[in-house]
């Protein structure tokens, strides 16, 4: 495993679309996150998963957002009626929770740029 | 809420040089984590360094090093004879400990550019 990988790497739509991007974390890593950045700024926090439950949501992730981990290993977040807003490149990574230790190092994949027209 | 501010959008290095980068954040909490992340062109985000809030001791890996001043919420990197491939954006990042939150929040980051 050589990392955490995205698909796709790129997507355009159109507005009002829909749009479902993959995420495949590292194989021995129990929680994935999803961020979301724009041009010229920092990740912002979407939603993270510990196994296949989801226990963090930010205010950021509308009900036109849905992301789910089923059996604990890949992730999917899907868009739907999408906006020109929504342009962005979406991060996963993944980390491992050893024991109690905290503050684990998140591995981050390479995104996927959307592009809403 | 907790916020990061990276105040400096880019910076220029010459190779060999040292550098650094600032950071200054904000929360009332006692316990955190502190990040540093690189991002190349065109690649993906890696782990830099980390400080744990509740560690005096500056961290330290290789060439990189940071100056935590925990009473005036600052946390700058330090990047000692700086080479071509440190060029990229830098992105401070804070992960609150407590209330259980995983979440990382990120600066807007800061572009370093490496001059031969």
Same mark, same amino acid.
């Not at chain 1, 990392?3 to 679309?17: E, Y």
């Not at chain 1, 899907?78 to 807003?85: A, F, L, M, V, Y």
């Not at chain 2, 929360?27 to 502190?34: A, I, K, P």
């Not at chain 2, 004879?81 to 800061?110: H, I, R, W």
């Given at each position: /495993?050589?990392?955490?990988?995205? /698909?796709?790497?790129?997507?355009?739509?159109?507005?009002?679309?829909?749009?479902?991007?993959?995420?495949?974390?590292? #194989?021995?890593? *129990? @929680?994935?996150?999803?961020?979301?950045?724009?041009?010229?700024?920092?990740?912002?926090?979407?939603?993270?998963?510990? *196994?296949?439950?989801?226990?963090?949501?930010? @205010?950021?992730? #509308? /009900?036109?957002?849905?992301?789910?981990?089923?059996?604990?290993?890949?992730?999917?977040?899907?868009?739907? @009626?999408?906006?020109?807003? /929504?342009?962005?490149?979406?991060?996963?990574?993944?980390?491992?929770?050893?024991?109690?230790?905290?503050?684990?190092?998140?591995?981050?994949?390479?995104?996927? @740029?959307?592009?809403?027209? | %809420?907790?916020?990061?501010?990276?105040?400096?959008?880019?910076?220029?290095?010459?190779? %060999?040089? $040292?550098? $650094?980068?600032?950071? $200054?954040?904000?929360?009332?909490?006692?316990?955190?984590?502190?990040?540093?992340?690189?991002?190349?062109?065109? &690649?993906?985000?890696?782990?830099?360094? &980390? =400080?744990?809030?509740?560690?005096? =001791?500056?961290?330290?890996? !290789? &060439?990189?090093?940071?100056?935590? =001043? +925990? %009473?005036?919420?600052?946390?700058?990197? +330090?990047?000692?004879?700086?080479?071509?491939?440190? %060029?990229?954006?830098?992105?401070?990042?804070? !992960?609150?400990? =407590?209330?259980?939150?995983?979440?990382?929040?990120?600066?807007?980051?800061? +572009?370093? $550019?490496?001059?031969?």
């Amino acid at each position: /495993d050589t990392g955490v990988s995205q /698909d796709p790497r790129h997507k355009i739509t159109k507005r009002g679309q829909n749009v479902t991007f993959r995420c495949d974390p590292i #194989s021995e890593h *129990n @929680r994935l996150y999803w961020y979301r950045q724009t041009l010229g700024q920092g990740p912002e926090f979407l939603t993270y998963f510990q *196994n296949e439950a989801q226990l963090e949501k930010s @205010r950021l992730l #509308s /009900d036109r957002f849905s992301a789910e981990r089923p059996k604990g290993s890949f992730s999917t977040l899907e868009i739907q @009626r999408t906006e020109q807003g /929504d342009s962005a490149m979406y991060l996963c990574a993944s980390s491992s929770r050893s024991g109690t230790s905290e503050g684990d190092e998140q591995f981050f994949g390479p995104g996927t @740029r959307l592009t809403v027209l | %809420a907790q916020t990061v501010t990276q105040s400096q959008p880019e910076m220029s290095v010459q190779e %060999a040089e $040292t550098v $650094t980068l600032s950071c $200054t954040y904000d929360t009332s909490e006692s316990d955190y984590y502190l990040f540093w992340y690189k991002q190349p062109p065109s &690649r993906q985000m890696i782990l830099v360094i &980390r =400080q744990e809030a509740y560690k005096q =001791q500056n961290a330290t890996e !290789n &060439r990189f090093s940071v100056n935590f =001043q +925990k %009473a005036a919420k600052s946390f700058s990197l +330090k990047i000692s004879d700086s080479q071509l491939g440190d %060029a990229a954006m830098y992105f401070c990042a804070y !992960n609150p400990t =407590q209330g259980g939150s995983e979440k990382l929040v990120f600066g807007k980051g800061m +572009k370093l $550019t490496v001059n031969p």
